[in-house]
Every structure is written in C-alpha cells, then in structure tokens.
C-alpha cells in the first residue's frame, strides 16, 4: 500500500463554514482529529502548514480556505523526509519558510530545466525592479544580469560564494542545482543581499589576522636565529667566560648595571647582549651617549619636549631617550661625562620613573631598564664632586667590569679570527688566513684601544696584505696611541702628556703642541674619510667616541 493511500498515515477532512463535515477520509474520519482540524480554522489566516501531534506522532497537515469551506489535508511523513518532519515538528514552520523566501537579507531565483524563472523572491523581484510574478516563465539569461543558473543546469554543480556583478553592484551568490531522481530538475540561486559589506569587513579581519600571523612568523624565527649577542664576545679567557657567566646571571634580573671598562673593551657589546638576554629584547635598545650631547640639547634629547618649546622645535614635539626606551633597555654611554644638573635629573626619573617634556608640566612615566658605561675612575669623580654620590648608587647596584685586552692576551687570535671571517663576508675579499707568526706579535703590544684598536690594525694590515694571508710585516707602524714603533703618547691617558721626569718644561709643552697638531689632522682627515660620521672615524681611529668629541670640542675652541 503506498503511503499516501495508507489511512493511519494520511487523511483528508472537508469542513462547511457551518462547522458540518462534509467530506472525510483516513485520519480525516477521526473524531478527535476533526474537532483538533475544526479548532485549526480561525488561523488560516495567517499560516496554511500546520504539524499536529496524533498519537504521540508528528503529522503535517495543509489548510485550504475555499468560499464556503476548508480543505485539510493530513499527511504523516516519513521521518528522513526533512521538510515533512520540519513543517511536522515546527509550529511555526510556515513562518519559517515564508521568510526563507521573502527575507530581505537573501533574495533567490528558481529556474526549471528549461532554465526559465518560476519564482524570483520579493527583494530580488525589487532589485530588478520587477513586478510580483513577472518574470516567471521567462529564460533567466533575459531577467538576471550575469547569472549562471542555466550553466548548473547543464553541470550539475553547485557554486558557492561566487562575486556577481548585478546592476552595477557586487553581490555573493551560492548556485544550487535541484536534482529529483538524479536528475537535474532546476536550480536555485541566493543571493545575500548584505553580504558584500560583511564580506569586506571580513576580509580586513582576515588581512589583519594575516598580518599579525606574519609578525609573529617573524619573531618566531628571529627567536630561533636570534644572537643573544653574548655569542658576539669573542673570548675564551678566564675573565671573558666570567664576564659572560655574569652577563647571563644579570640580564634577566632586571637591575640597573654598570658598565666600567676601558675604551673599546667591549661596553656596548655587553649592553647589547644584557638587552637581548632580558625580557625587554622584544623592543630595541635605546642608547645614549653622554659625552655626545651638547649641553644646550642634552635636556630635550633625554626628556624630550613638547610642542613649540622652542625656536626650531618641531612642530609636534617630539619624544625623549628616556620616554623611547619605555619597556626596553636604556643605554647610557659615557655616564661619567654627564653634566652635574643632567645629574640630578637623571636621579630623579631613576628613583621614580617620572619626568617632564622640556616646555610641559605634564608628569610622564617610563618604565626602562637602565645599563650606563664608563670609562672613568667614578670613585675619584665622586671624591672631587663631579659625580654623584646617589647617583652612582642607582646606576650600580650590579657593577660589571670588563677586562681590558691586555690582560687577555689568548683571546687576540679568536678575535682576530672571528674579525677576518666577517670582514671577509662583507667585504668579499679573500684575506682569511693569518701567519702563526702575527699572534705572538699582536700578544706583545699594549693596547690601550683594546679590541677597537686592534681590529682597527687587522683591518690595516689586510689592506696591507697579499690578499689571501696577514703577515707581521703587514703591520705598518701605527700613528695611534699605545703602539710600539710610535712615539706619541695616548689621548686617552692625558696625565701622561706631563713632562717626562728630567725634561725641559719647554720640551714638554712643545711635544704636547706636536701630538695635538698630529691628533687634529689624524682626526680631520678620518671625518673626512668617513663623511663626517664621528662613531665610524672614532672605530677607524681607535678611540672612543668620547675622546673623539672631546677632542672636536677643544678645536673648536681654539678656533
Ligand atoms: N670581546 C669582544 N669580542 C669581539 N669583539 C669585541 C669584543 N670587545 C669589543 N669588541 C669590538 O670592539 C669594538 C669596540 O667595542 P665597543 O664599542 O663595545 O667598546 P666600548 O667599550 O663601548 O668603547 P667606548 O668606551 O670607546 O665607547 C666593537 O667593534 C666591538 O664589536
């Protein structure tokens, strides 16, 4: 028996607007199920599909209001027949469906086989500025402006999400073919009408989320790659594998520390890798050298300032050393040549963090992590009141002294070495191997410019050599402090400059005449090579930059 025709799952029941019955069959000739249709009447109004439980089971009844009379039509589907069991189990299933078609959000077209228009939702009839129903039975390519609905008739395949142009506007559509019997029977297609703007603002999400993925893509593999920068100190010695040891316990403590070492010891280095050692790495170092700011600038260089503070000030106002190096690292070079009022001022950002834009009163905070470098005696400096007692206390409670070179002799080949492979990679020459004979005479200078001056001599030398090897005789005597064959005494240690024990004071003076003539024009000319660049003349000279603008200033002085 086939379903339809089986009274326990379908029925038929005519009622008159007398409340008789006039026509009845299967279920329809339940008297239980007449009264549950007859109370059924009043809303037809408003929906015609109704899901009605008999016995504990869904069925889904159709109502049919005619001139005198009511239609109803029972019918219990099978379960696996969705939309049976969707208009059986939901009350409001008409509405549902009702809205799926006329939602203003989708618009849909439904072609037959023939890839004619049977049915064009409200909002899409309106987009096309249709009438109701009039497009229907006409060929879709003549109503819809770039539609495919006749080609997933031919393919069979449905297309979701695809961009259509219609009237001028953007839209998404999804194609669906109806297939009845494996065959293909019509198509749907939808169109969300809201789409595009969501769809837009989707993809910023997804661009955004892209661009976060790829920054932390590249932090992954700068944390994988990352030097620590400790691996830069070159050195196997006692004192440099204590340096490091220590640079390892304090970098993540979070301490300020103290740098004291000789010029070209290696002071920036260390800062460097106590930076990338901490949890500040994230963001770079911010470094400041005492010695190179002139006094005038100093304040706002450090502290910053706010907008027209001052003739030439830009217009915004600008940011300090201090406020940049907010959760990173503050590297404060040359701490011992910085002025006592800068001093004081220093001390107070140290105690609390809080500080003013030079021209605002406005209290600002930074949280930075303070490494500062010296190279002068701090001890003697605080005696003679050119340095604050208080401030050295809080800029040392971790004092790291850096050994000079001299007293690590064995580290000069693993320097040289390492200096040679890198000058080579960037400078693509072949000078790579160095003569066994070279170490031992490297070992036997003093270097007073530490590792500065000697990677300044190797550089030299390669210059100097047959392309491929250094040799001793590669080293031409040097015009620099400190070296053997030259008689001019270092700039870093002034006192020496005095007259010698037994010497003329007229012989005194007149050497240090000599030496400060030569200074001046090994110093002008090293700018001059390097374009005014005072960092790189200093490395190029072997001195420290502080001695460099030491040097400059007094020049200028002199006109
Ligand atoms: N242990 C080391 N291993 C490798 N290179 C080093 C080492 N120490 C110093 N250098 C190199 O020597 C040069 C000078 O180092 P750096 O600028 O850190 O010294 P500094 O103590 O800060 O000098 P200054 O006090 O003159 O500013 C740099 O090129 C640095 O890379």
Do not use: C
């Amino acid at each position: 028996m086939s379903e339809t025709h089986d009274p326990a799952r379908a029925g038929l029941l005519v009622i008159d607007d007398n409340g008789n019955f006039r026509f009845q069959d299967g279920l329809g000739a339940r008297a239980d199920v007449q009264e549950r249709l007859k109370g059924l009447r009043g809303q037809l109004r408003t929906r015609r599909l109704f899901g009605v439980e008999l016995d504990g089971v869904r069925y889904t009844v159709l109502g049919w209001r005619g001139a005198d009379a009511t239609l109803f039509l029972i019918h219990r589907g099978k379960r696996e027949d969705t939309l049976l069991d969707f208009i059986g189990s939901v009350d409001f299933a008409y509405s549902i469906l009702n809205h799926l078609v006329s939602s203003p959000y989708e618009g849909m077209t439904v072609v037959d086989h023939e890839a004619k228009v049977r049915f064009i939702s409200p909002v899409h009839e309106g987009f096309f500025r249709l009438g109701t129903g009039e497009a229907a039975g006409k060929p879709v390519t003549e109503v819809i402006e770039n539609t495919r609905l006749h080609e997933i008739l031919r393919t069979g395949k449905a297309e979701i999400g695809r961009v259509q142009e219609m009237r001028g506007v953007t839209r998404v559509v999804s194609r669906i073919p109806i297939v009845e019997g494996g065959v293909v029977v019509g198509a749907i297609g939808q169109v969300m009408f809201k789409a595009p703007e969501q769809l837009q603002q989707l993809s910023l999400e997804v661009n955004r989320l892209r661009d976060e993925i790829a920054q932390y893509k590249r932090e992954l593999t700068g944390l994988r790659t990352r030097s620590t920068g400790i691996e830069q100190i070159i050195g196997t010695s006692d004192a440099i594998r204590q340096l490091k040891a220590d640079i390892a316990k304090v970098a993540p403590l979070d301490v300020p520390v103290l740098l004291i070492g000789e010029s070209g010891t290696g002071k920036e280095l260390v800062a460097n890798a106590i930076h990338s050692l901490s949890a500040r790495h994230g963001r770079p170092m911010v470094m400041v050298n005492s010695a190179a700011l002139p006094a005038s600038l100093a304040e706002s260089e450090l502290f910053g300032y706010e907008p027209g503070a001052f003739t030439g000030a830009e217009r915004k106002g600008r940011k300090g050393k201090f406020e940049s190096a907010h959760k990173s690292t503050l590297f404060l070079d040359e701490v011992g040549d910085m002025p006592l009022d800068l001093q004081v001022k220093l001390l107070r950002i140290l105690q609390d963090g809080v500080f003013e834009r030079v021209g605002g009163e406005q209290q600002r905070f930074s949280d930075f992590r303070l490494v500062s470098a010296t190279n002068r005696d701090l001890g003697q400096m605080i005696q003679s009141e050119k340095f604050r007692l208080d401030l050295y206390y809080r800029i040392s409670p971790v004092t790291l002294r850096l050994p000079p070179l001299r007293e690590r002799l064995e580290d000069i080949p693993a320097i040289v070495q390492g200096f040679l492979a890198g000058l080579s990679s960037r400078n693509r020459n072949n000078v790579r191997f160095v003569d066994d004979k070279v170490y031992g005479y490297l070992q036997s200078l003093k270097w007073p410019g530490n590792v500065r001056q000697l990677l300044h001599e190797v550089e030299r030398a390669a210059i100097f050599s047959d392309g491929t090897t250094i040799r001793v005789e590669d080293f031409r005597p040097s015009a620099l402090p400190g070296m053997p064959s030259v008689a001019i005494p270092a700039p870093s240690a002034p006192p020496e400059l005095a007259a010698a024990p037994g010497a003329a004071p007229g012989q005194a003076a007149d050497m240090r005449s000599a030496v400060g003539t030569v200074e001046e024009s090994l110093i002008r000319d090293a700018l001059k090579r390097n374009d005014g660049n005072k960092k790189r003349a200093a490395e190029e000279l072997g001195i420290s930059r502080s001695y460099l603008y030491k040097r400059l200033r007094a020049i200028e002085a002199q006109g």
